[in-house]
């Protein structure tokens, strides 16, 4: 009889990446870690000794908790978040079951380190159009879901970074940037080790409208003038940013799941 207090991988990894992924909480001990420092994406470390102090802020969470095999720690961690009225599951299996079949995993050495509310702060140009807006998104899916993103004038991003302990990103000469032909999204997926053909069909609409090669592939123009044209809507750049989310989350289940679908007029013809 299936599980009522687990998830399994399958169902976590379809989850995985959408808006209404579960939070994850990582319990594994250091140890387990250090042998293997990935994380599952979105996920963060948390202290299974120390419950009790951090239950409470996951209230109102769904939550999927992770250990090395899915026994006694996640186990008990998702029962005590139960107890405290948090909708807790542990995954099926654990880290090793989610490695195994081949699931997403994030290089925790690539993580920025966090603010005093276990936040990464990203900074980057005002006005974005389309890495500043794919960049984001991809942090907030499969890196960090509170990651706080500032846009300033781009003269000032470097001094931002430095006064606000901010990783800059898409300005020339930073880490977080363009490569070659490739854009400061490819170079997230790359560094941050998502390896997923969903991601990386995402990556080539992406790389195609914000290098004006509209040529690779033939969702680019469309995908562009969307960009755009939310650029024009909105004069707050974190107000645009909500905005966008939802356009690369469509972006992204199209990528995932419904490249073969195709749309007609049932008959195959249109009305007269």
Excluded at 15 to 30: E, F, N, S, Y
Excluded at 69 to 90: I, N, T
Excluded at 143 to 158: C, K, Q, T
Aim: charged residues 25%.
């Amino acid at each position: 009889m299936p599980s009522t207090t687990a998830i399994t991988v399958q169902q976590l990894s379809r989850l995985m990446g959408l808006p209404g992924a579960p939070t994850i909480v990582d319990v594994r001990i250091d140890e387990d870690f250090a042998a293997d420092p990935r994380l599952l994406p979105a996920s963060h470390r948390c202290n299974f000794k120390t419950i009790s102090a951090w239950a409470a802020d996951l209230a109102g969470s769904q939550v999927a908790v992770v250990c090395q095999r899915g026994q006694k720690l996640s186990q008990g961690v998702a029962a005590w978040l139960r107890h405290e009225g948090v909708a807790a599951e542990s995954l099926e299996g654990g880290f090793e079951a989610w490695r195994d079949a081949g699931g997403l995993l994030v290089r925790a050495d690539k993580i920025p380190s966090r603010d005093e509310k276990g936040r990464t702060v990203w900074v980057t140009r005002a006005r974005p159009k389309v890495d500043r807006i794919a960049c984001p998104w991809l942090v907030r899916r499969f890196v960090d879901p509170h990651a706080v993103f500032l846009f300033v004038e781009p003269a000032e991003v470097a001094a931002v970074a430095d006064r606000f302990h901010a990783v800059p990103f898409d300005i020339d000469d930073v880490f977080w940037s363009h490569r070659g032909e490739r854009c400061t999204f490819d170079t997230m997926i790359d560094e941050f080790g998502l390896e997923s053909q969903a991601l990386d069909r995402l990556a080539t609409i992406v790389r195609a409208a914000d290098t004006a090669r509209l040529d690779l592939v033939p969702q680019a123009a469309g995908f562009l003038a969307a960009s755009l044209g939310l650029s024009r809507m909105f004069r707050d750049d974190l107000v645009q940013l909500e905005a966008g989310m939802t356009l690369y989350d469509a972006f992204f289940r199209w990528c995932r799941d419904a490249t073969d679908e195709t749309h007609n007029w049932p008959g195959g013809a249109r009305p007269s």
